[in-house]
């Protein structure tokens, strides 16, 4: 029996076009399993599509600061106010099943061995971005893995802990005994580092090799559905530049 080959998603947002393309590529590249990272929604216009896709897949979940706080009747103190216009409107479009299964989402979910968390590993709550050797180091502290997945900064990034901590140059490594990885698999929805494709990552668990991989899918469709839906102009605009 072929070993298996994990796609993970992560900061999808509503995004079902973005979705649609990294699904059809994981699947070309021989996918058995789907995670995810946490951000189901939030910021692009098919919300409940992307909630379906998800739920039908089967796909493992962890919590998003957004799949929070469109489950949680409380006050998104840390949310830019285009955010948080956005999880009103998610929340009257999804519906209560859908609300429902946002808020049973973990903070952290073990999965075959490795881990997946939204944010970070020290404090999965309090929502902090890593985005330098620092920042993961507090995490690596708290991984008791050899290979952990995160999203939330939206770029795509490998951490490597043998010792000291480093950023790699590289978006493909192969996971050796002895080290420990903590691998930021970008966004399938709003990338964020000035490429537009979507982006996940393929963990393959035999060959023990991940792949941060991106993907062109139909950035004006999503945008049309964006303006269509009303949602703020800043929104889509944003998705043809990839910030
Ligand atoms: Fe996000």
């Given at each position: 029996?072929?070993?298996?080959?994990?796609?993970?998603?992560?900061?999808?947002?509503?995004?079902?076009?973005?979705?649609?393309?990294?699904?059809?590529?994981?699947?070309?590249?021989?996918?058995?399993?789907?995670?995810?990272?946490?951000?189901?929604?939030?910021?692009?216009?098919?919300?409940?599509?992307?909630?379906?896709?998800?739920?039908?897949?089967?796909?493992?979940?962890?919590?998003?600061?957004?799949?929070?706080y469109v489950?949680?009747?409380?006050?998104?103190?840390?949310?830019?106010?285009?955010?948080a216009?956005?999880v009103d409107?998610?929340?009257?479009?999804?519906?209560?099943?859908?609300?429902?299964?946002?808020?049973?989402?973990?903070?952290?979910?073990?999965?075959?061995?490795?881990?997946?968390?939204?944010?970070?590993?020290?404090?999965?709550?309090?929502?902090?971005?890593?985005?330098?050797?620092?920042?993961?180091?507090?995490?690596?502290?708290?991984?008791?893995?050899?290979?952990?997945?995160?999203?939330?900064?939206?770029?795509?990034?490998?951490?490597?802990?043998?010792?000291?901590?480093?950023?790699?140059?590289?978006?493909?490594?192969?996971?050796?005994?002895?080290?420990?990885?903590?691998?930021?698999?970008?966004?399938?929805?709003?990338?964020?580092?000035?490429?537009?494709?979507?982006?996940?990552?393929?963990?393959?668990?035999?060959?023990?090799?991940?792949?941060?991989?991106?993907?062109?899918?139909?950035?004006?469709?999503?945008?049309?559905?964006?303006?269509?839906?009303?949602?703020?102009?800043?929104?889509?605009?944003?998705?043809?530049?990839?910030?």
């Amino acid at each position: 029996m072929a070993g298996k080959r994990y796609a993970i998603l992560g900061d999808i947002h509503g995004n079902l076009e973005a979705l649609t393309a990294v699904l059809a590529d994981a699947k070309e590249q021989g996918a058995t399993d789907y995670v995810c990272v946490g951000d189901l929604v939030g910021y692009n216009a098919n919300p409940a599509e992307t909630l379906q896709r998800v739920r039908e897949l089967g796909v493992i979940c962890v919590r998003g600061n957004h799949d929070h706080y469109v489950a949680h009747d409380e006050l998104a103190r840390d949310f830019h106010p285009l955010a948080a216009n956005v999880v009103d409107w998610t929340r009257m479009q999804i519906g209560e099943d859908n609300i429902a299964f946002l808020r049973a989402l973990s903070m952290k979910r073990m999965v075959n061995g490795f881990l997946l968390v939204h944010s970070t590993l020290d404090m999965p709550e309090k929502w902090g971005y890593v985005f330098d050797e620092l920042e993961a180091e507090s995490s690596f502290s708290y991984q008791s893995t050899s290979v952990c997945f995160h999203g939330h900064t939206h770029q795509p990034v490998i951490f490597e802990k043998s010792g000291t901590v480093a950023r790699l140059n590289t978006l493909r490594v192969i996971i050796t005994l002895g080290k420990k990885y903590f691998i930021n698999v970008g966004s399938v929805g709003q990338p964020r580092d000035g490429d537009p494709r979507a982006s996940y990552g393929l963990y393959d668990l035999a060959g023990r090799v991940v792949e941060l991989r991106r993907v062109v899918y139909d950035v004006a469709s999503a945008q049309r559905h964006i303006r269509a839906a009303g949602l703020p102009e800043r929104l889509a605009v944003r998705l043809a530049t990839g910030i």
